[in-house]
């Protein structure tokens, strides 16, 4: 998908589709020198447009899922369908796109200007360095935020900052960061994960929904 058949980016007007394998990161700053608004909030989120879409990636209170005007998916059969916003499903984190492969996406953008919106992009760049373990290079959020307060707050709350499975931690400092380093395996992981639920659950009542897809 990172070929350039599927990985291109396309503006007109306040319009601008993108490949499904286009790195959302070269998507944001594309839009924003073409000060087009409502996509800057997602700079520093790792992974494909493509891949943002389906899980409906969000930050700073706004998810992807509410400028995309359509999505171009390849049916299992090989017909070409195109799916407007509603169709898409989008909701917290998720979307109806699950299972699809996604070909393109178009969003409908906002004109704004390109001074104002870079240095927007620049300061939610700096937050978010600023919030993560930068000196770890594999590193994953696991939980969705939870309505009743951050997944970082309730798990210093509960003692769990810090807790460890083999090579895998929870980020002492910033717990909503799950580690993983040199040695780790996905199964440590998943103990890890269960680990942090059961106790979140036990001690709060609070079910944290997964953020990750596991295969």
Do not use: Y
Not at 173 to 193: D, N
Not at 195 to 201: A, P, S, W
């Amino acid at each position: 998908m990172s070929g350039p058949a599927t990985s291109g980016i396309e503006i007109t007007a306040k319009k601008m589709t993108v490949g499904a394998g286009a790195k959302l990161s070269h998507a944001v700053i594309k839009a924003v020198g073409a000060g087009l608004g409502g996509v800057e909030h997602l700079v520093g989120i790792p992974g494909t447009v493509g891949g943002a879409v389906v899980g409906n990636a969000s930050s700073d209170g706004r998810d992807i899922g509410s400028v995309v005007e359509s999505v171009t998916v390849l049916e299992r059969s090989g017909e070409l369908r195109t799916l407007n916003q509603e169709q898409a499903g989008f909701s917290h984190r998720k979307s109806s796109l699950v299972g699809l492969a996604i070909l393109s996406v178009t969003f409908d953008l906002e004109s704004a200007d390109v001074t104002a919106l870079t240095k927007r992009m620049q300061k939610l760049w700096i937050g978010r360095n600023a919030s993560r373990p930068s000196e770890e290079p594999r590193i994953a959020m696991p939980f969705v935020e939870p309505d009743e307060m951050s997944v970082s707050d309730l798990l210093h709350q509960v003692g769990l900052a810090g807790v460890r499975e083999g090579e895998v931690s929870i980020d002492t400092q910033h717990p909503q960061f799950l580690i993983a380093r040199s040695g780790a395996t996905s199964e440590q992981c998943m103990k890890l994960i269960e680990r942090v639920r059961e106790q979140v659950l036990l001690q709060t009542g609070i079910d944290l929904q997964l953020d990750l897809q596991i295969w």
